[in-house]
Structure formats: C-alpha cells, structure tokens
C-alpha cells in the first residue's frame, strides 16, 4: 500500500474487508479520500473490473491520483471523480457494489447519499459501509458542539437506529 495512501487514511473500518468483492465487479467509493480503499478495491475486482473513486474537494481527488500513480495502477481500471455523494453523476445500475469509509456520517443529506448509492447499484447489488453512529443519547450541549464543527467525526452522526431507517427507507434490505 502506497505511503501516501496510508497517511492520509482517515477511515473508521474496513469496507473493502467486508464487502466480499469480486474479480471483474464495478465498485464505486462514496467519499474515497485519499484513495486506500481505491486501491484495495482495484487490487481485489482485477483488470476486469473498475474502480471509481467520488470526492467532493478537489484536494483529496488529487491525493487519490498521487495514492493510484504509487500504486502503479495509473491507466487501468481506477476512475477519480470530483462530485457530491448526494448527487453523483454515475448512470443508473452502473455499480456491483458501492464502499465508503467512515464519510456518510459527514454528509448533512444522508438521504440523498443513500438514494444515489441505491440508483447506481445494480439490482442485486452489494453496499458495504463503516461509519460512525451514536449507540446512546448525549447530553444536547456536548451534542451541539459536535455539530458545530461538523467536519468531526461526529458532528453528523445519527443515532443508530435512525442511521437503518434511512437506510431502509430508500430500499435497502438485511
């Protein structure tokens, strides 16, 4: 794994661990960073499959390049696109399986992430997602603090239960 990748990894789990891909599957990455999970990702589908990595700052998309050119996989089956996870300008059914690591939680409209994971998916399509969620009700100040820094890992988390009902409420089964 590229160093580069390994620095700037911020991830909360290990979605491409668990998402039991697949040589030749297309992956799609809501929230790739700096590419890490990119890279596992492309390691796992092989040349027959593709890899497209969706970040909304530009910064990161440029990570991600440098993380893909280490990884000697500049030219193969990884795409890097500068987008919003709530509305990523991928064609319907076009993914095998959407990953995103510990970036959902940071997304104020989760439904519309959700929404867009469940219009790309093919129908019988995986999604394999780690992400920050609240267990138990904290106290409101402490609570409004972490939304006023909304980039932390917290600032956007949602109470368990509340996190599977979006998801749920968009299609998603088991």
Sequence with gaps: MPQNALNLSRGCGNPTGFAQLQPNEMVVDFGC?????????????GTGGKVVGIDFTPEMI??????????GLT??????????????????TFADVVISNCVINLCPDKVAVYRGAWR???????????DIVLTEDIEPGLRQRFQSTWAGCLGGALPEDDYFQIIKKVGFAE
């Design 62 to 71: 440029e990570r991600a390049n440098q993380t893909v050119a280490e990884a």
């Design 33 to 45: 960073g700096g590419g890490i999970d990119v890279v596992l990702a492309a390691y796992k589908v």
């Design 120 to 130: 790309i998916l093919r129908p019988g399509g995986r999604l394999a997602i780690s």
């Design 75 to 92: 030219g193969t089956n990884v795409e890097l696109h500068l987008a919003d996870m709530a509305d990523v300008p991928l064609p319907d």
